[in-house]
């Protein structure tokens, strides 16, 4: 149907019309995420890029989101060779675009920080955290996403006392954001912060309990069950489990919501 529809707008409309474009960046979604065609989807996600470099400059928004689509390809087929001068490119304008507004760019800044540590180049990453999140930003409720991201990196490297306080602070910024519970509480437990556990475990059944997103259920569940004594009512804590497995039917997704059950 994807290419179907891209034929058709190649006829009438042009290779290089912005709904042709989006056309190739559908085909090349559905063939890389549902049919695992990556090779597909390769070619496609570069033209789409190329066309729109053309076509509207490379500060068009348009533009934009195709190199955030094709850095992102690459960091999944672990090219970040590649990958890495899209992300910081990417990085860039959104920052000059959007100078007051994290929210914008905090996902490609942690990638590009993700891809900086995998290539190994540590102090890249930490200066990149540092030089972002300076103390006004952190003051700021819209810094939750560069304070967690921070805070897995420094987790990476074994430097929990000051992941803890990265998303300690995030969490207050995003009370209802799984993501930071979620590496909230292994770090509590990790620090042997047993009070303060099971405080985390008692705020997660409040927050979470009734969640039936089988992914956040089975990690809330999992998050619950770190240390033996953490309080926590494990009535509540199965019903999470159960919901993992009932809940969840994505193919992907299954072995881990099942090993929730376990």
């Not at 290779?15 to 063939?31: F, G, M, Q």
């Not at 065609?37 to 195709?66: I, N």
């Not at 074994?158 to 954001?177: H, K, M, R, Y």
Request: proline residues 6%; neutral net charge.
């Amino acid at each position: 149907l994807y290419r179907r529809v891209l034929e058709g707008r190649e006829h009438t409309l042009g290779k290089e019309h912005p709904k042709t474009l989006d056309s190739v960046n559908l085909l090349a979604y559905c063939l890389w995420l549902k049919k695992g065609d990556t090779a597909g989807a390769e070619p496609l996600l570069r033209r789409a890029l190329e066309a729109r470099e053309r076509t509207l400059g490379k500060e068009h928004p348009d533009t934009l989101r195709s190199e955030d689509d094709l850095a992102f390809f690459l960091f999944y087929k672990r090219d970040y060779a590649e990958a890495e001068p899209l992300f910081r490119d990417v990085l860039a304008l959104k920052r000059k675009a959007w100078p007051t507004e994290p929210g914008r760019w905090a996902d490609a800044a942690t990638t590009l920080a993700q891809v900086l540590s995998r290539e190994r180049k540590h102090a890249e990453a930490q200066r990149l955290y540092d030089e972002l999140l300076t103390p006004e930003m952190r003051s700021r409720p819209e810094s939750a996403g560069l304070l967690r991201g921070r805070a897995e990196f420094l987790t990476s490297l074994g430097q929990s006392q000051q992941a803890l306080a990265d998303i300690v602070q995030a969490t207050e910024f995003e009370p209802g954001n799984h993501l930071n519970y979620h590496l909230l509480g292994p770090l509590l437990a990790a620090a042997g912060e047993a009070e303060p556990y099971r405080r985390f475990c008692q705020q997660v059944i409040a927050q979470f309990g009734g969640t039936n997103d089988p992914v956040i259920a089975a990690r809330m569940a999992r998050d619950c069950l770190i240390l033996p004594a953490s309080g926590v009512d494990l009535t509540a804590v199965g019903k999470l489990a159960e919901t993992a497995v009932v809940v969840g039917t994505n193919p992907a997704w299954l072995p881990y919501v099942q090993f929730t059950k376990g």
